[in-house]
């Protein structure tokens, strides 16, 4: 299984990686790393073309950022 290090280098070369994505928000699920939780779901929805999804996912960050 990959690092966490080795997850985060998949997504700056490809930031629509679905497994890469997920073992990420786990980590900083379980870390209590909000910020960087955030920026994870900034980056998919940027990355993703369901735009759906990506809405979805920004709501998500703001949740977030309002409960920090």
Not at 1 to 6: D, G, I, N, W
Not at 15 to 23: E, K, L, S
Request: charge should be negative.
């Amino acid at each position: 299984m990959p690092s966490e290090r080795e997850y985060e280098q998949v997504l700056q070369k490809e930031p629509a990686n679905g497994d890469a994505f997920v073992a990420l928000r786990k980590a900083y699920r379980e870390s209590n790393r909000f910020d960087k939780l955030v920026t994870l779901y900034e980056t998919r929805a940027q990355a993703i073309e369901d735009q759906a999804k990506a809405a979805e996912l920004f709501y998500l960050a703001a949740e977030v950022r309002l409960d920090i």
